[in-house]
């Protein structure tokens, strides 16, 4: 049983456990999903952001880059540029000319090189750093250029060493024939500061992936992808890049939009530059994001423990409801069971008292006809008697006067039943208690007398005023009496006493003797018609039945029991007619 118990009580644990467990596997799935969730349609907002912003950068940058693309051409064709090509004594001139270009269009260098790369005039002439006397036939745009197409190029300046964007123009002369080239210098510094005053990261690459620009300029000539030796020989024999190492940068694509970039998590848009082989990278760190994630999936925990709580609440307030209920239940049960015991041992209460009173209205039937039968010749016996004595002299022991006695023997027997066969006297009227305490005490004095019995009588007078039948009820004092004469029979010296009380606003009339006591008997037995314990033609046991039975029409209660040093006590509980003050009686 015991092991039983144990055993249910261990697979109970185990399957909460394996609930709890379920439960947080699924809050820990249900988080991660929404984590993901959210992450993603952040991202996607941000990747929608980042294409605008992507979108504008590649605008200024081709702005920026075509703003002057048309400058070389249109100087190429002043006559003073091919003045120049010619003419070594017109250079200054052109120096000058070019130097007022330059400023007025914001261009870093303008300048003019023969077809063999060689620098013959330029607007940074009277710089410390300028070009001329510099040859720059390893450019492509001169090449390019001199083979009489546009050309456009990206570097580190050779001689500057600062980075532009180079546009270089074939010049030809009046029959057409190119004589030289002139080239522009644009420098991208302002673009690259605003980019970094912005805080956005953008990077511009070639299509050797290396950074050409960037918002950072520390970025500047790395590469996102590893550059074979081979194409870094070229670069270099180009010097497009300087002296610059061209590392690669901490740069690993994840997938179409995610990028590793120095060590942290980034999305990205790339755009292509139209006017040239670049690409714009505009990329965000995840930070945010995982931030904004983060803080649904909290927001996604405490909406979860609010209902939670909402729930534990509403379950223990059911909880407290139910057991309430149950508990009031219980007390109505508790009450309902009090009040059918109470009904229970009324309906056996009325049951006995039934039993007895149609013990009693037998025993009236009884008691009527024998009165009725005995009646008749008892009186004729007396006049017999007494016809017999008139003619005699009267003689104590004569057969005449102890028939007579005889006669009045059996005349108190009939009396004693003709209580029971007469109906009740329904008239009742106030009587004094002490007067009937008196009444029944003169009615036993001779008895008392003459079996020295000592009597005390404690009735004040005047007593304590009851509704009812005086006659009847001195009958009841006379017979509690007559029954404490007899137990004090055999008694040295006996002793009776008489009295009455006022105990909680009732009348308590007391009859105790020190006699030979009840001997167990109770009081419900006592009052049982013809129990007796006196020898037969002494009493029939019907004293106490009747004293009971008066009792009760006072709407009173008979009670008996023994006392403590030997003898009985019997109490009459009746209520006085008006409610007396307890002090009265003192
Ligand atoms: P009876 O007096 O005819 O015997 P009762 O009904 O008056 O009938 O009394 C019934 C019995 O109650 C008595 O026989 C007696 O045994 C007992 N009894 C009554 N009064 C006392 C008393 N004061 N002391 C002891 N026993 C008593």
Same mark, same amino acid.
């Given at each position: 049983?015991?092991?039983?118990?144990?055993?249910?009580?261990?697979?109970?644990?185990?399957?909460?456990?394996?609930?709890?467990?379920?439960?947080?596997?699924?809050?820990?799935?249900?988080?991660?999903?929404?984590?993901?969730?959210?992450?993603?349609?952040?991202?996607?907002?941000?990747?929608?952001?980042?294409?605008?912003?992507?979108?504008?950068?590649?605008?200024?940058?081709?702005?920026?880059?075509?703003?002057?693309?048309?400058?070389?051409?249109?100087?190429?064709?002043?006559?003073?540029?091919?003045?120049?090509?010619?003419?070594?004594?017109?250079?200054?001139?052109?120096?000058?000319?070019?130097?007022?270009?330059?400023?007025?269009?914001?261009?870093?260098?303008?300048?003019?090189?023969?077809?063999?790369?060689?620098?013959?005039?330029?607007?940074?002439?009277?710089?410390?750093?300028?070009?001329?006397?510099?040859?720059?036939?390893?450019?492509?745009?001169?090449?390019?250029?001199?083979?009489?197409?546009?050309?456009?190029?990206?570097?580190?300046?050779?001689?500057?060493?600062?980075?532009?964007?180079?546009?270089?123009?074939?010049?030809?002369?009046?029959?057409?024939?190119?004589?030289?080239?002139?080239?522009?210098?644009?420098?991208?510094?302002?673009?690259?500061?605003?980019?970094?005053?912005?805080?956005?990261?953008?990077?511009?690459?070639?299509?050797?992936?290396?950074?050409?620009?960037?918002?950072?300029?520390?970025?500047?000539?790395?590469?996102?992808?590893?550059?074979?030796?081979?194409?870094?020989?070229?670069?270099?024999?180009?010097?497009?890049?300087?002296?610059?190492?061209?590392?690669?940068?901490?740069?690993?694509?994840?997938?179409?939009?995610?990028?590793?970039?120095?060590?942290?998590?980034?999305?990205?848009?790339?755009?292509?530059?139209?006017?040239?082989?670049?690409?714009?990278?505009?990329?965000?760190?995840?930070?945010?994001?995982?931030?904004?994630?983060?803080?649904?999936?909290?927001?996604?925990?405490?909406?979860?423990?609010?209902?939670?709580?909402?729930?534990?609440?509403?379950?223990?307030?059911?909880?407290?409801?139910?057991?309430?209920?149950?508990?009031?239940?219980?007390?109505?049960?508790?009450?309902?069971?009090?009040?059918?015991?109470?009904?229970?041992?009324?309906?056996?209460?009325?049951?006995?008292?039934?039993?007895?009173?149609?013990?009693?209205?037998?025993?009236?039937?009884?008691?009527?006809?024998?009165?009725?039968?005995?009646?008749?010749?008892?009186?004729?016996?007396?006049?017999?008697?007494?016809?017999?004595?008139?003619?005699?002299?009267?003689?104590?022991?004569?057969?005449?006067?102890?028939?007579?006695?005889?006669?009045?023997?059996?005349?108190?027997?009939?009396?004693?039943?003709?209580?029971?066969? &007469?109906?009740?006297? +329904?008239? $009742?009227? %106030? *009587?004094?208690?002490?007067?009937?305490?008196?009444?029944?005490? @003169? !009615?036993?004095?001779?008895?008392?007398?003459?079996?020295?019995?000592?009597?005390?009588?404690?009735?004040?007078?005047?007593?304590?005023?009851?509704?009812?039948?005086?006659?009847?009820?001195?009958?009841?004092?006379?017979?509690?009496?007559?029954?404490?004469?007899?137990?004090?029979?055999?008694?040295?010296?006996?002793?009776?006493?008489?009295?009455?009380?006022?105990?909680?606003?009732?009348?308590?009339?007391?009859?105790?003797?020190?006699?030979?006591?009840?001997?167990? &008997?109770?009081?419900? +037995?006592? $009052?049982? %018609? *013809?129990?007796?314990?006196?020898?037969?033609?002494?009493?029939? @046991? !019907?004293?106490?039945?009747?004293?009971?039975?008066?009792?009760?029409?006072?709407?009173?209660?008979?009670?008996?029991?023994?006392?403590?040093?030997?003898?009985?006590?019997?109490?009459?509980?009746?209520?006085?007619?008006?409610?007396?003050?307890?002090?009265?009686?003192?």
């Amino acid at each position: 049983m015991f092991a039983a118990g144990t055993t249910s009580s261990l697979q109970y644990q185990r399957r909460r456990l394996a609930a709890v467990l379920i439960a947080i596997f699924l809050l820990a799935v249900s988080f991660l999903v929404i984590y993901a969730a959210a992450f993603s349609t952040f991202k996607a907002s941000e990747l929608e952001r980042a294409e605008g912003r992507a979108e504008f950068y590649r605008t200024t940058l081709e702005s920026a880059l075509d703003r002057l693309e048309h400058l070389p051409f249109i100087v190429g064709q002043d006559p003073a540029v091919v003045r120049g090509l010619t003419d070594p004594d017109s250079r200054d001139a052109l120096n000058r000319r070019l130097a007022d270009f330059a400023s007025r269009a914001n261009a870093e260098a303008l300048y003019v090189m023969d077809l063999t790369g060689l620098t013959v005039a330029a607007s940074n002439y009277a710089e410390p750093v300028n070009f001329i006397g510099e040859n720059y036939s390893f450019r492509p745009y001169f090449q390019t250029a001199k083979s009489g197409q546009r050309g456009k190029f990206f570097a580190i300046g050779a001689t500057t060493k600062r980075p532009g964007f180079f546009v270089a123009e074939p010049v030809r002369n009046l029959a057409g024939k190119i004589i030289g080239v002139i080239a522009l210098k644009i420098e991208l510094d302002e673009l690259v500061a605003a980019w970094q005053a912005s805080g956005e990261k953008i990077l511009i690459t070639n299509l050797d992936t290396i950074i050409v620009l960037a918002s950072q300029p520390d970025w500047h000539y790395r590469t996102l992808l590893p550059i074979s030796e081979e194409r870094l020989l070229d670069i270099r024999n180009m010097r497009q890049f300087g002296q610059e190492a061209l590392q690669p940068l901490d740069w690993t694509r994840l997938d179409d939009d995610e990028i590793d970039f120095a060590g942290e998590r980034h999305i990205g848009v790339r755009v292509p530059v139209k006017s040239q082989p670049w690409q714009l990278h505009f990329i965000v760190s995840t930070a945010g994001l995982q931030e904004r994630a983060l803080f649904v999936v909290f927001l996604a925990a405490i909406s979860v423990a609010l209902l939670a709580i909402l729930f534990i609440f509403w379950r223990s307030e059911r909880l407290r409801r139910a057991l309430h209920a149950s508990h009031q239940d219980r007390q109505r049960l508790l009450r309902e069971i009090e009040e059918r015991k109470a009904t229970e041992k009324a309906l056996a209460k009325t049951q006995k008292e039934l039993e007895k009173s149609s013990r009693m209205a037998a025993l009236g039937q009884l008691a009527a006809s024998v009165t009725h039968e005995l009646g008749q010749p008892l009186s004729a016996m007396r006049n017999y008697i007494a016809i017999e004595e008139m003619g005699a002299t009267q003689k104590p022991d004569s057969l005449a006067t102890r028939l007579s006695s005889l006669v009045r023997r059996m005349e108190n027997i009939t009396r004693d039943l003709r209580f029971f066969s &007469q109906p009740k006297q +329904d008239q $009742q009227s %106030p *009587f004094d208690i002490s007067r009937a305490i008196d009444n029944a005490v @003169g !009615l036993v004095r001779h008895d008392v007398q003459a079996k020295e019995i000592e009597l005390q009588v404690k009735a004040p007078s005047p007593g304590a005023q009851i509704l009812g039948n005086s006659a009847r009820f001195e009958q009841v004092l006379v017979n509690l009496l007559r029954n404490a004469i007899s137990a004090v029979d055999n008694v040295d010296a006996p002793r009776i006493e008489i009295g009455w009380t006022l105990e909680l606003g009732q009348v308590v009339i007391f009859v105790a003797d020190n006699g030979h006591g009840l001997k167990g &008997q109770q009081i419900e +037995d006592l $009052q049982e %018609p *013809f129990r007796t314990d006196k020898p037969s033609g002494e009493g029939m @046991g !019907l004293g106490l039945a009747i004293s009971a039975s008066i009792v009760k029409e006072h709407a009173g209660e008979l009670f008996a029991e023994d006392n403590d040093h030997g003898g009985a006590t019997f109490t009459v509980l009746v209520p006085p007619l008006t409610p007396l003050d307890e002090e009265s009686t003192e």
